[in-house]
């Protein structure tokens, strides 16, 4: 499975707009919204600031990982490359496993760039064993994501996917309290943010950079990776990769 | 004990919600033998090859590849095949696309050669995405070849090429069979079923209407078509040397004949005047609804 494990991993490396809103686009808004908004912020209060827009940042960063690799699978079948695959002997289940790791793999390098901005550009303190878990702990709950996007990979075309990874990663940074702070919504929005996976991911960075460990935001992020495979299942069962024409 | 087919389908029934494009079909490919699916399009060519790739579970019937259930069969590494729509990866080059799928062949065809048998040598290094359509049938057909099975399934193979493209894969079929492979391909062309084939299965509404060699096909089904303007009286035409049909609306009569010269002697000996005249190869689709009308049009 190595074989294609790096093949796809070297597909998705090329893709420059991957890169740039995976990797680079969350770590400059770490440093954007740092300075803005904790340049007003008194002395006191900078680290406070600094670690939250951090926290956020790498949530943000994370989700768009994970649902950009996998909802990439809606163009592999588009393109009938799934199709091509079935009459090699490539096992269909180990392409499954393959794009599945592949997401979860490459969530970390955003993870750990918008990491080190915090670290070194914003002059976030933390102590090693935080950063670990902090990261570690992202990067699991990724999982969820890495979910969510197979699920929509497989259900939508390509067209209507390469418009999701966009919006998809929008609506839940934007509602989910991402790019500003729950604290800062009406009360509606509150609510909504408080359904959303990705106001839970972001908690748990809370919970654990804060080393406040709760357990409700691994509760609730377990529930919407089950639901999340499921649907996976679901939707992969009923939508084969052949055409049926001719 | 008689030798596994290369290619054993029975009772193979395909429907797609109510429409029902493969009817009880049942054939059996012996090892090392080169075999035309022809028919029209929309006969159910791709839905045998297809159900007989495994790609979808088939309403009624059972399909073995060298004695095994298809995705078995592909994962042993003894099938080639090429899809009608198959497809290439986005973000790829050609080589690490073959890498890949040669990889997974125990044995499988050595890159060079099997580069220049494809004809896409200067193609290595190319993106996917650079390809022009030829460039990508003929990746498509590297991959089918890659591990130089000993069964090889292809739908339509030359569809997207030009007449240079055809008869370099053409040769290559010929090539393969002459050392034994089983090469059995769908196609609408009878010059391409005649070209390469050692035996025709003709499909017409999801059935075999015939099956036999290519030559006994080709006499079957390649007739001709006289055509001319006729306003006088018709009679007599249909008892003309080597008519088998007539048609024709309004001033118009087609005659479908086996002996075109032998048809047309008799008409001019007959006939002072023959306004427009016209002879023509009989369509595939013609030549179909001759034998699909045809008692049980099964040959051999």
Redesign the interface.
């Known amino acids: 499975m190595t074989d294609l494990f790096l093949f796809q991993l070297r597909r998705v490396g090329r893709n420059k707009q991957y890169l740039f809103f995976t990797v680079l686009l969350p770590a400059l808004f770490t440093i954007f919204f740092t300075q803005v908004i904790g340049g007003q912020a008194p002395a006191g209060e900078f680290q406070d600031l600094a670690g939250a827009v951090l926290v956020s940042m790498m949530a943000y960063g994370a989700i768009g990982a994970a649902l950009g690799a996998t909802i990439r699978i809606a163009f592999d079948r588009s393109s009938g490359w799934l199709r091509q695959l079935r009459v090699t002997p490539v096992p269909a289940g180990s392409v499954f496993a393959v794009d599945v790791a592949v997401g979860a793999l490459l969530v970390l390098p955003s993870l750990v760039v918008v990491a080190l901005v915090g670290r070194f550009v914003n002059g976030v303190e933390f102590g090693l064993g935080t950063w670990v878990a902090l990261v570690g702990s992202l990067w699991v709950g990724s999982l969820v994501f890495v979910a969510l996007g197979v699920a929509v990979g497989l259900a939508l075309d390509a067209q209507a996917a390469g418009a999701a990874i966009g919006i998809l990663g929008t609506v839940l940074a934007a509602l989910g309290g991402l790019w500003f702070p729950v604290e800062m919504f009406p009360g509606g929005m509150v609510a909504l943010a408080r359904a959303l996976p990705s106001y839970w991911f972001a908690e748990l960075g809370r919970d654990v950079a804060a080393g406040t460990f709760t357990g409700t935001p691994v509760l609730v992020l377990a529930g919407y990776g089950v639901v999340f495979a499921a649907a996976a299942l679901v939707v992969a069962r009923r939508r084969p990769l052949h055409a049926v024409a001719g | 004990m008689p030798e596994t087919p290369a290619l054993d389908v029975r009772g193979l029934t395909v429907r797609?919600g109510d429409v029902t494009a493969v009817h009880d079909l049942t054939l059996a490919v012996p090892r090392g033998e080169t075999v035309a699916l022809l028919g029209a399009?929309?006969a159910g060519?791709?839905?045998v090859v297809?159900a007989a790739?495994?790609?979808?579970r088939p309403a009624a019937g059972t399909v073995r590849l060298l004695g095994r259930e298809p995705?078995a069969a592909?994962?042993?590494?003894g099938?080639?095949?090429m899809?009608?729509?198959?497809?290439?990866?986005?973000?790829?080059r050609v080589g690490?696309v073959l890498?890949?799928?040669r990889?997974?062949?125990e044995d499988p065809w050595p890159l060079a050669d099997l580069a220049a048998t494809a004809g896409i040598g200067g193609l290595l290094d190319r993106s996917v995405d650079a390809l022009s359509g030829g460039q990508r049938q003929r990746v498509?057909l590297a991959?089918?070849l890659?591990?130089a099975p000993p069964l090889l399934?292809l739908?339509e193979p030359t569809s997207a090429m030009d007449v240079e493209g055809r008869q370099a894969f053409w040769a290559t079929m010929r090539d393969l069979a002459g050392r034994g492979h089983t090469v059995v391909f769908a196609t609408h062309h009878l010059d391409e079923a005649d070209a390469v084939a050692d035996r025709v299965v003709v499909v017409a509404g999801g059935r075999v209407v015939a099956d036999g060699t290519a030559a006994a096909i080709k006499a079957r089904i390649g007739g001709r078509t006289v055509r001319f303007r006729c306003p006088g009286p018709r009679d007599g035409l249909s008892g003309l040397p080597g008519v088998t049909g007539t048609s024709g609306g309004g001033d118009w009569v087609e005659l479908a004949t086996s002996d075109a010269e032998a048809t047309l002697r008799a008409l001019l000996a007959g006939r002072t005047a023959l306004p427009d005249l016209e002879v023509r190869g009989a369509s595939l689709e013609q030549a179909f609804l001759h034998l699909t009308s045809t008692a049980d049009g099964v040959l051999r």
């Not at chain 2, 790739?53 to 979808?56: K, N």
């Open positions: 797609y399009n929309g060519k791709s839905s297809n790739l495994g790609l979808f995705v592909l994962e042993a590494g099938v080639g095949a899809l009608q729509h198959g497809g290439l990866p986005s973000e790829a690490e890498a890949l799928v990889g997974r062949y498509l991959l089918a890659a591990g399934l739908d």
